[in-house]
């Protein structure tokens, strides 16, 4: 660990087993985005680059001495401006570059690296007043789901230090949950939000794709890659949607759950469920009802397959791509090999290693992103229409938090060992590949043990819809376990 203070501006600046499930899964977990946008311009950074700013930064292959192993660095960035978001401090996942803070994305070849500028989205933060508290540790460059990183630490359950923390934003879910921060914001590929905010017992937005800016972030998939949210409540998720997306700020509209309609996809994301997350999901859905809400029992058409068809080809490819890119800008220094070599996880060196190889052909990759995309786009708006629903609403995850120490490869779902990754990544996949907007808030569970993720997924666009739907799902849940 290093802990120094100095000017910002003095700082260096540079300008597994699970390669097996690779064919299989590789798609179940990452996320989608749109064309970066041009970077912001420095002069509001330059503003505070002359002040001393105490930075604690723990240094790779070395113990990681914060709480639950949830940060890599910690500071206090002071805000940029006065908004809705003064006073609040805000986590920030290291794969989101913030002016004079290192920019690891949990890796050992980027732990030097000290972004000049702030990402829109980090300087939409700031503007709004908030303070940058450090940036969270994660799964090693986003690929995983576990944030088991080989170079600083497995971040650990909030609720409990033996559990999964869940990823690849899990180094902020776990501040999140543990008050460390007031807010956060991650990193969705495929369910890098919804997943830890999950197996935390807090709230995961991941926004319709393309709804905030990628600038000046370690991105993995272009198609797929956005920040979502993480907070304690559906109320700071809707604050920091507003701000994220440049919008005005708007108070979310008012839902009256009787009538509601949602959409019950059981065929797919309701298959071999644990006891716990089963009893939570029935007990949820039995509530919901008794609220007036009606619940369509009806199946997305081929959501499997076609996610399937979309996340590993688009993935992979792109991230061929978007890392010797980002390399040749940031480290133009280090060969593509000595990269591959210096990742610390075997399971992100052997997946970003097939990447990097060129597993995926450019015929494959165009299927994906234009037929195979196109396809299950399609089947999701189907579904929204053809039965009139406002969300679709299914687990998080089909299985709780399990023991660190026995699932970073495979975990015990009724009896059968299976891949942690697939396990996980299943059921928030479709929506990432679809680039629908989705939420994961807690579900009521029926007796104590760790919590259980209800996730619902809307229409493309229909963001703000979906918060306020999500906010009075919250209350419903809250009014039942304090009547």
Known sequence: MDKYIAPLNSLPRVSHPFRMLLTMLIGFWLTGCSKPEPAAPADDEARVAEESVELIHQSPMSANTTPHRAFITQAELPPLGEGPLSGVRIGVKDNIHVAGLPNTAGTPSFDALVPAQDALLVKRLRKAGGIIAGKNNLHELAYGITSANGAYGIVQNATDPSLLAGGSSGGTAVAVALGLVDMGVGTDTGGSVRIPAALNGIVGFRPTTGRYPNDGMTLISGTR??????????????????????????????????????GVPRGYFYDNLSPRVSAAMNHSLEALKAAGVELVEADIENVGALSAAVGFPVVLYETNLLLREYLLTHRPDLSIEDFLDSIASPDVKAVVGDALAGVIDEATYQAAVTEHRAALQAAYQNYFEGHAVSAVIFPTTPIEAQPIATS????????????????????????????????????????????????????????????????????????????
């Open 225 to 262: 890659d956005t920040a979502g949210p993480i907070t304690a409540n559906v109320t700071d998720a809707a604050v920091l949607d507003t701000v994220l997306s440049g919008a005005l700020p708007n108070e979310l509209p008012a839902v009256t759950l009787k009538g509601v309609r949602l």
């Open 408 to 483: 970073l490869e495979m975990v015990t779902l009724n009896g059968a060992s299976a891949p942690t990754f697939m396990t996980y990544i299943r059921n928030t996949d479709p929506g990432s590949n679809a680039g629908v907007p989705g939420i994961s808030l807690p579900a009521l569970v029926t007796e104590p043990g760790p919590p259980v993720g209800l996730e619902l997924d809307g229409p493309r666009g229909s963001d703000r819809d979906l918060l306020a739907l999500a906010l009075a799902v919250e209350a419903l849940f809250i009014s039942a376990q304090n009547p």
